[in-house]
């Protein structure tokens, strides 16, 4: 290959190399994500909560209801 | 707020969504610009020819290789130390990263080597002492796997981790403790580089955009280990409901 010598084989190789490790690592966590997202959507979808989250759920909801009573 | 009120999971989820497309660009622009000026403007080595070229992917994946084991040596005293749960997610997280780096600082080295050395690998002090360091990412990772508690698993891999932190020093060390033959420091070093600053300037370049990829993959390994643990917690309250 020009300009990149006698050892350009090897050069390109480590380059490469580097290039799939790196993509493959930022594809796995991307792939990562989204299962995580999907399963916390669907435990979600069937009316899971975490006790914070449920917390903060209902807080707004007790909140109104001395508005809706006047 | 405070820097100590990010270590609140849920906080930190929320800085990691606005900071990580931020960091995305700043590390595909850095590496961009390094390898512009790797092949633009470095020149060749009046010795090894182009093949000096790979040093700017070797020596930043090396450097990194130790950075992530650093990471989790501090996340693993917060973990034994404060039983803070996003130590334990940090330690988690940098593992398969540092893994990587560690895979390509290897593979790249044996690539320099056979046109330059003669040979793809030589038992010497730090190649030995970078694949024990690849092996013990190995170990950790499948430690984490082994154990179902998250809590049980942390423990047991920060204490591994910090007995495993002495190979730094020696990975850093041993072309001065040792006669090997790889190359002494020559940017880290008392006394100041000794690359010119033709070759010095993309080296730092190229590894500071490496870093910053890094830290980016590091924290979005984090949110899918702490969205991890929020789907283990809904699945052991789905389970105590069932049983209850």
């Known amino acids: 290959m020009a300009g990149l010598g006698p050892h350009w084989g090897f050069i390109v190789a480590a380059y490469l190399v580097t290039a799939v490790v790196v993509l493959g690592l930022i594809v796995w966590i991307r792939a990562d994500l989204a299962a995580q997202r999907r399963i916390l959507k669907d435990l979600e979808a069937r009316g899971l909560r975490r006790r914070s989250d449920a917390a903060k759920a209902s807080a707004p909801a007790e909140a109104a209801m001395p508005a809706e009573a006047e | ?244």
């Open chain 2, 1 to 244: 707020m405070a820097l100590i009120d990010y270590a609140n999971p849920t906080r930190f989820l929320g800085l990691v969504e606005k900071l990580l497309p931020w960091l995305g660009a700043l590390a595909a622009l850095l590496i961009a610009v390094g390898l512009g000026l790797v092949f633009g403007i470095a020149p060749d080595d009046y010795q090894q020819g182009a093949t000096v070229k790979i040093m700017f992917i070797h020596v930043p994946a090396a450097w990194l290789s130790m950075f992530g084991y650093s990471i989790m040596a501090a996340s693993s005293l917060g973990t034994l130390i404060w039983r803070h749960p996003l130590a334990d997610v940090s330690a988690k997280a940098a593992a398969p990263v540092g893994a990587a780096f560690t895979f390509v600082c290897l593979v790249t080295g044996s690539l320099w080597g056979k046109p330059m050395w003669g040979t793809w690998w030589e038992w010497d002090a730090r190649l030995t002492s970078v694949l024990v360091l690849f092996i013990m990412y190995l170990g950790l990772i499948a430690l984490w796997q082994t154990l179902e508690d998250p809590i049980k698993a942390g423990r047991a891999a920060a204490v591994l981790t910090l007995v495993g932190i002495v190979n730094i020093p020696i990975i850093k060390f041993s072309v001065d403790w040792w006669n090997t033959l790889h190359q002494p420091a020559s940017v880290f070093r008392l006394g100041g580089p000794t690359i010119h600053p033709s070759m010095l300037w993309p080296l730092l370049v190229t590894a500071l955009g490496f870093t910053v990829l890094f830290v980016t993959l590091h924290l979005m390994a984090m949110r899918n280990e702490i969205l991890r643990r929020r789907i283990r917690t809904l699945r052991m309250l789905q389970a105590s409901a069932v049983a209850g």
